[in-house]
C-alpha cells in the first residue's frame, strides 16, 4: 500500500510497513496488513488492541465504519538533544478517505 488519504479530520500516509495516522493533533505510526478476499481488498491498520478496517473502493476511496482513537504524540517543543514530545489523543470518525 502506497499514498496518503484523508477525510473527515483522519490521515493516513502509508509506507511499506506502516502508516502514519493523524487524527487532529495526534499522531502515530504503526503497523498495518493488507488482505485481498475474494469480493474485496481490505486494509487492517493496526492500532493498539482495536484493529481498524478499511475497504479499497473501486474509484480509490478507502471506506471504513466506526470511529478511531489515536493515542500519539505532538512535538512542544526542540532543544538542543532534538525535539520534545508531549502525549496527545484524539477521536476520529473513520468514514470515506480519499487520495491526497
Given at each position: 500500500m502506497a499514498g496518503s488519504f484523508a477525510g473527515g479530520g483522519l490521515q493516513l500516509e502509508f509506507h511499506p510497513t506502516a502508516v502514519v495516522i493523524d487524527c487532529g493533533?495526534?499522531?502515530?505510526?504503526?503497523?498495518y496488513a493488507v488482505e485481498n478476499l475474494a469480493d474485496r481488498l481490505r486494509i487492517t491498520l493496526r492500532n493498539g488492541d482495536v484493529p481498524v478496517a478499511l475497504t479499497?473502493?473501486?474509484n480509490g476511496t478507502l471506506a471504513g465504519?466506526?470511529?478511531i482513537d489515536v493515542a500519539g504524540r505532538v512535538v512542544?517543543?526542540?532543544n538542543?538533544?532534538?525535539p520534545v514530545f508531549a502525549?496527545?489523543?484524539a477521536r476520529c470518525p473513520v468514514g470515506a478517505l480519499?487520495?491526497?
Open positions: 493533533d495526534a499522531h502515530v505510526l504503526r503497523p479499497v473502493q473501486g465504519m466506526g470511529t512542544t517543543a526542540v538542543d538533544s532534538g502525549p496527545k489523543s480519499t487520495p491526497q
